[in-house]
Each structure stands twice: as C-alpha cells, then as structure tokens.
C-alpha cells in the first residue's frame, strides 16, 4: 500500500485531524467539564429540594386548616397507600434507567437506549397498571380490615386511578437524569407539580375542599408532572421511533434494578419501623419530637443527596470507560463539597439544638441531645463520601443490598436495644451508629474494589475552618450567652457563617472550585454582553 501525496485524501485526513486537535484544545479537560455539570446538576437539584420542600410545608398548613384533623388524616392515608403501590411497582427501575440511559448515551447507542427506554417504561407502566387495578378492586376490604375506616374506601380507589402516573412521573425522572439533565426533574416534580397542587387548592377552597377533591388535585399534578417529563425526555431522544429497531437487554436491567428495589424498601421499612418502636418502646410524644429532630437534620443532607444524584450518570460513564482517575477525583470533590456545605450547618445543630427546638414549641425542647446525635450521623454520612453511589452505578447492587440487610439490622437490634433504656436518645444513637458503621464499610468496599478514597489533601481547609468558627462561637459565648436570647443565638450563628465563610475564602479554593468561578464568569460576561 503506497502512502498518500500531498494534495492526496491522507493531507485531507492530517488535515481533520490538526483540526480536531486544535478544537479539543480550546474545550476545557474533560474532568473540569464533568465536575462542572456535577455541580451545576446538583445546585440545580438542591435548590429544587428546597422549593418542593417550603412548596410541601404551604401545601400541608392550607391542607390541615381547610381539611381539619379528621379528612387530612384520611387523605394522608390515600397518599400514602397510592406512593406505597406506586413505590411496588417501581422494581427500581428508575435508578437503573439513570445507569442504562447514561452508558447508552455515552457510546452513542441510540438501540441500546431505545431498549432501555423500553423496558424501563413497558415495564413501570404494566406493573402500576395492575396494581393500581388490585388496589381498587381491594379498596373496602383495606379499608374496614386494616385501617377500620370505611371512609377511606373511595379515597383508596381514587389514588389506585393515578398509581401508574406516580410511577411513570419517578421512571420517567430517572431517564432524564440519565441524560445529566437535572433540571427537567426539578422542573417537572419540584416546581411545576407543587405550584399546580397549590393553585388548585387555592382556587377549590373558595368552592369547598374535602379529602376527595385533595387526592384528585394530587393526582392532576402528578399527572402534570409526568407528561412534562415526557415531553422533556421526548426532546432529548426522540421517542417517535419503531420499536423493532430497539436492542433490549431485560435480564441485565432486572438484575441491576431488583437489589436496588429492594434495598429501597429496607431503606423505607427501616425508617418506618424505627418511628413505631419509639412509639412503642417509649412514647407518642417522643415519636413527635424524634419526627421534628429527624426534619431539622435533613438540611445538611439535602445538598449530600443532590451531589450524589447530579453525579450518578457520570460515574456510570466512567466506570464504563475504566476512567478510575476520574472517578477517584469526582469522588474526593464531592465528598469535599458535602463536608465544606455541611460544618456550619453541623456546627449549628451541635451547638445551639434546644434554641432550634424551641421554634416547633417549647414541648419539643426535650429532643435537643437527640439533635445533637442526629446531626454527628448527618456529618457521618456526608462526610464519607458517595460509597454508595459508586457501588450502584457500577453495577454492585448486590453488594448494595447486603449493605440494606446490614444496616437494617444494626438499626432494629440498637433500636430494641437502647430506646427502652434512653427513649429518642437511644433511637438517635442508633442511627448514629448504624450510619457509621454502614457508611465506614461502604468507603472499606469502595477502597477494595477501585482503590479509591474519598479524602485528599484539600480537606485540612474546611476541617480548619470549621474550627475556626467553632472557636469564635465558643469566645463569643462568654460575651454573649447563646441560651440567654433567641438574639444571641441569631448572632452567634451569624458569626459562625461569617467566619467559616471568611476562613474558607483566606486558605484558598482548590483548583475545581477556581475554574468553576471561572466558567461562572465567563457565562456571566457574555451573557451581560447578549444584553
């Protein structure tokens, strides 16, 4: 085979090539790109949290005082029975699209997608079908039997009708995430499916507003949701496509989702029957103040979770490239992000619990050493990282599920163990343990399998400045005793953000954090330059 002369086809290849080269170079390494569309994924994602989260507290204050006691009590039930079936029929089929649609996408097979697409919503949609039909046809017998409340009979029937619109609006949500495309979720079920949910509430209660009427405004919303997801997902990647030209792998996909169901319900079981055995083991009173002290700490582990969700597709795309470098690199960032948006947060709760308790009624004021516990399991499981994450997205989920057998064990044996003898402070103990010891064997797995950890040399400056401000609140606090006013204490946490902010700015951003400034003024510049 002769070589190619100038003016042949091979200078036009260099060519190409020379030029590909030169338009790689001007694109930002692809680390920066994907650490850059975590972060936006997931401010994205947690500035959604927080809507539906303020959406949902409006939502349930309108609900209780238009309802009262008794027909929000019933509609809580509906909603409960309806996401509980939906949930069923889920198979963890909306994590596994996130997983399928991310690695399909990355090697740009459009028959690999179409399959997972497929099956992800073929299935959803004839499972939720049929149990939503099970639900109706056993809505009395639910209702007298299990609850011995035959009003909410109809209120079960109309929920069993909007089952398979529950389903399909989570499936839906996970194939748009697999696309890195979070904001379509959080356009979908945080903002447009709370706002419908409100304005219909608004506007029926100047007609009159009962239980029934609120589950079937729950039901339009989702309704909403789901077909704004599909329209999005439709935009994405054309749906108008024969089937036949789909390459499904359904015993590939069940494998992976099946764990992943399953431990989802160990997950909900655990959570539920922690709350009983308080209610059991100690009091109704300290189930409530367990409930708001659990609330609280959810703050901090908001942003943990959106971090984790905008990350899910791209550790899929890089396991399936074998970029371990990568993987290892996102892993130490987020982790460090969780840390650096958790310490105030942290520092907070641990010293000022009984003031934030306060706020609910001074009854819940008893729960402050139950915070405190609660906020160090928060800290635990934020601050070792995204284990399990990585342990899905790479296809472990059985090993996932041991984790889900594991700690749901740990968790009812302390339970039963500890809630007699200290009440909330046993159960918040035990969350504190079984989250340490789970998360600890998640970073022990993560290290064995990938050789990965999520800690480097950044982590010496929030950890510094942590303890700067807590340094600062503990001066303060001679001065100005956080106990003595609610102002105080306003002004200590003032402070603790201040200087936690200030100090974290004095030691420097690592380079990540440099370049997503810089990309964030670039957008800015031109931006203000299209205006």
């Keep these: 085979?002769?070589?190619?002369?100038?003016?042949?086809?091979?200078?036009?290849?260099?060519?190409?090539?020379?030029?590909?080269?030169?338009?790689?170079?001007?694109?930002?390494?692809?680390?920066?790109?994907?650490?850059?569309?975590?972060?936006?994924?997931?401010?994205?994602?947690?500035?959604?949290?927080?809507?539906?989260?303020?959406?949902?507290?409006?939502?349930?204050?309108?609900?209780?005082?238009?309802?009262?006691?008794?027909?929000?009590?019933?509609?809580?039930?509906?909603?409960?029975?309806?996401?509980?079936?939906?949930?069923?029929?889920?198979?963890?089929?909306?994590?596994?699209?996130?997983?399928?649609?991310?690695?399909?996408?990355?090697?740009?097979?459009?028959?690999?997608?179409?399959?997972?697409?497929?099956?992800?919503?073929?299935?959803?949609?004839?499972?939720?079908?049929?149990?939503?039909?099970?639900?109706?046809?056993?809505?009395?017998?639910?209702?007298?039997?299990?609850?011995?409340?035959?009003?909410?009979?109809?209120?079960?029937?109309?929920?069993?009708?909007?089952?398979?619109?529950?389903a399909l609006s989570d499936v839906l949500a996970g194939a748009t995430r697999g696309f890195k495309q979070m904001q379509y979720t959080v356009i979908a079920q945080s903002i447009a499916q709370p706002m419908i949910r409100l304005v219909l509430i608004v506007v029926l209660a100047l007609v009159g507003l009962n239980a029934a009427w609120a589950v079937i405004v729950y039901g339009l919303a989702d309704c909403a949701a789901s077909f704004i997801l599909l329209y999005f997902l439709n935009k994405q990647f054309s749906l108008r496509r024969p089937l036949r030209t789909a390459r499904r792998q359904p015993r590939a996909i069940l494998s992976f989702s099946l764990p992943v169901w399953l431990s989802g319900l160990m997950t909900t079981f655990r959570s539920n029957v922690q709350t009983l055995l308080v209610g059991t083991l100690n009091s109704v009173t300290g189930v409530g103040i367990f409930a708001v002290a659990n609330q609280i700490t959810l703050v901090g582990a908001q942003f943990h979770a959106s971090i984790n969700t905008s990350a899910s597709p791209i550790i899929a795309e890089l396991h399936d490239r074998g970029d371990r470098e990568q993987m290892g690199r996102i892993y130490q960032t987020a982790t460090r992000w969780a840390l650096t948006v958790n310490f105030p947060v942290f520092l907070t709760m641990v010293l000022f619990p009984a003031t934030i308790l306060s706020i609910f009624g001074e009854s819940f004021v008893g729960g402050a050493t139950a915070l405190t516990i609660l906020a160090w399991a928060n800290l635990a499981n934020g601050g070792t990282g995204m284990g399990g994450i990585i342990l899905d997205m790479t296809g472990y989920t059985r090993l996932k599920l041991v984790n889900s057998v594991i700690r749901l064990a740990l968790y009812l044996s302390l339970d039963v163990l500890l809630i007699p003898r200290w009440g909330i402070v046993g159960a918040a103990t035990a969350a504190l343990v079984g989250e340490v010891i789970i998360n600890l064997l998640r970073l022990l797995e993560v290290f064995i399998l990938f050789r990965l950890l999520p800690y480097n040399r950044s982590f010496v400056k929030p950890i510094a400045a942590a303890l700067t401000a807590l340094a600062s609140a503990l001066v303060l606090g001679r001065w100005l005793p956080a106990e003595a006013s609610p102002l105080y204490t306003a002004i200590h946490v003032l402070m603790i953000f201040a200087v936690y902010g200030g100090m974290t700015r004095l030691f420097g951003l690592p380079p990540e954090e440099h370049a997503m400034l810089a990309h964030l003024r670039r957008r800015a510049t031109t931006i203000l330059s299209r205006s």
Aim: charged share 15%; hydrophobic share 50%; aromatic share 8%.
């Design 1 to 166: 085979m002769t070589e190619p002369g100038p003016g042949t086809n091979g200078e036009t290849v260099m060519d190409k090539s020379e030029s590909l080269e030169l338009s790689e170079a001007f694109q930002p390494p692809r680390f920066e790109r994907n650490i850059l569309t975590v972060a936006k994924g997931g401010g994205i994602t947690f500035a959604g949290k927080l809507f539906l989260s303020a959406s949902r507290f409006v939502i349930a204050v309108l609900l209780a005082r238009l309802l009262g006691a008794e027909q929000y009590g019933l509609y809580n039930l509906a909603i409960s029975a309806g996401s509980v079936t939906a949930g069923l029929a889920l198979l963890g089929l909306d994590s596994a699209l996130v997983r399928y649609v991310a690695l399909s996408a990355s090697r740009r097979d459009e028959a690999g997608l179409w399959g997972a697409l497929q099956i992800g919503l073929g299935i959803t949609t004839f499972l939720s079908v049929m149990m939503g039909t099970g639900l109706f046809a056993l809505a009395y017998p639910i209702a007298e039997q299990v609850f011995h409340e035959p009003r909410l009979a109809p209120l079960l029937q109309l929920i069993s009708l909007i089952v398979p619109f529950l």
